[in-house]
């Protein structure tokens, strides 16, 4: 992933897309976007990016930190964004253990992925976040399967989906909350 390169692309149907040529390949893997107000941010390991909507051009690229309530830093892996009721963004991920593929267990075990939220630090412009109260979702796996790149959305009916995925396919959870605990 850290050889991966992303792009910006637009569609005015949804269907046919064009890749932004003002925006060169960036740096990064399993990339989301979100927008608020004349910005939007793309969130992609290791680096995230900061981009004026308008003009197109990069405010700031850093890599997102995420700190718990005694100041330590989390790892956080494919970072999927949502703006909360206060207009802060809110970054859902999975938490990364150093050494390990994240989205398996350690040496084929069963084990239990956690997912994760953070809420962006005022004055950060979305760059630094602070770990949330709680767990998202805990999802036990067997050794030989996959959980990893939450996705985070808010449905027709209010409810808060996040998608998670499971190798070849997408196991869907929901919360009525966004901070909340998500069920299958």
Same mark, same amino acid.
């Given at each position: 992933?850290?050889?991966? /390169?992303?792009?910006?692309?637009?569609?005015?149907?949804?269907?046919?897309?064009?890749?932004?040529?003002?925006?060169?390949?960036?740096?990064?893997?399993?990339?989301? =976007?979100? $927008?608020?107000?004349?910005?939007?941010? =793309?969130?992609?390991?290791?680096?995230?990016? $900061?981009?004026?909507?308008?003009? %197109?051009?990069?405010?700031?690229?850093?890599?997102?930190?995420?700190?718990?309530?005694?100041?330590?830093? *989390? =790892?956080?892996?494919?970072?999927?964004? +949502?703006?909360?009721?206060?207009?802060?963004?809110?970054?859902?991920? %999975? &938490?990364?253990?150093?050494?390990?593929?994240?989205?398996?267990?350690?040496?084929?075990?069963?084990?239990?992925?956690?997912?994760?939220?953070?809420? &962006? *630090?005022?004055?950060?412009?979305?760059?630094?976040?602070?770990?949330?109260?709680? +767990? #998202?979702?805990?999802?036990?796996?067997?050794?030989? &399967?996959?959980?990893?790149?939450?996705?985070?959305?808010?449905?027709?009916?209010?409810?808060?989906?996040?998608?998670?995925?499971?190798?070849?396919?997408?196991?869907?959870?929901?919360?009525? #909350?966004? #901070?909340?605990?998500? /069920? &299958?």
């Amino acid at each position: 992933p850290m050889l991966h /390169k992303i792009s910006l692309a637009h569609s005015k149907d949804g269907q046919n897309w064009t890749i932004h040529d003002e925006i060169s390949s960036l740096r990064g893997s399993v990339p989301d =976007i979100v $927008l608020r107000g004349e910005d939007f941010w =793309i969130y992609a390991l290791p680096e995230s990016y $900061l981009i004026d909507a308008s003009s %197109l051009k990069i405010k700031q690229r850093n890599g997102v930190r995420v700190f718990d309530s005694n100041n330590n830093r *989390r =790892i956080q892996v494919d970072p999927s964004p +949502i703006i909360d009721e206060q207009g802060r963004i809110v970054l859902f991920f %999975l &938490e990364g253990i150093p050494g390990i593929d994240p989205a398996r267990c350690p040496q084929h075990q069963p084990c239990t992925k956690q997912f994760l939220s953070a809420t &962006e *630090r005022k004055g950060s412009h979305g760059m630094i976040f602070d770990l949330d109260d709680g +767990i #998202r979702l805990n999802l036990p796996i067997m050794g030989n &399967e996959f959980a990893s790149d939450p996705d985070i959305f808010v449905g027709k009916d209010d409810l808060f989906y996040m998608y998670i995925s499971r190798g070849q396919g997408t196991q869907v959870f929901v919360s009525d #909350r966004l #901070r909340g605990t998500y /069920k &299958e």
